[in-house]
């Protein structure tokens, strides 16, 4: 269990030093981690409406911080080339992000233009089934990414990293909240980039 938690602390330290250098990513990540608390509430009660919550305010405010905000250049932090970060990221790294992204943006394409996905669900009455499709189609879209990267994972590297990463997103929104949760007043105060003198001293 020790050697667990070490090893989500360094997923969580790699990931904090490595791609959230920007006060503005910093805080649309502090904005996605209290929805998706919320949205952890609602998946008791209505999944649908928990995954519309979870992909079109977290995630897309998640991922717009990081694909428009987040520096690509080189990282002075942490002598290294934003190349290097990507080629070693244990999760989603940019490349895979767009691939799960166009996937989130044609699910809702697909069920508009074929309701009953071909004959696999049942055609949606109206615009609120329609929404709870499209809500159920992107609950099973989050499964099925972090399922898949996690397993990939079992194979790429060991199972304990496979499983450090799987716990390390799904606590993800309460531990941005701890961290990022000042973001928003450097960023008032004009401080666009975080110094993180805690990394350079690490």
Sequence with gaps: ?????????TQRW?????????????????????????AYGLLFIDPA???LLAWGVSMSSRQAGHF??????????????HEHKEAIKVGYNLRRKLVLMAIWV????LLALSPSLGGWIQPADGWSGYLHDVGIFWLALGVGGLLFR???LFFLR???TGLVWMT???????????LYHKAPLHLLRGERIDPMPHARQH
């Design 1 to 9: 269990m020790n050697e667990f938690l070490r090893a989500l602390e």
């Design 14 to 38: 790699d990931d904090h030093r490595y791609y959230h250098h920007c006060r503005i990513n910093q805080s649309l990540h502090l904005l996605s981690a209290l929805s998706f608390v919320v």
């Design 49 to 51: 409406s928990a995954a």
């Design 68 to 81: 428009f905000f987040e520096p690509k250049g080189y990282d002075e932090v942490n002598q290294a080339t």
């Design 106 to 109: 044609i699910g809702p394409v």
């Design 150 to 152: 996690t397993v990939h």
């Design 158 to 160: 060991d199972v304990q």
């Design 168 to 178: 390390k997103i799904l606590t993800d929104p309460f531990h941005d909240i701890w």
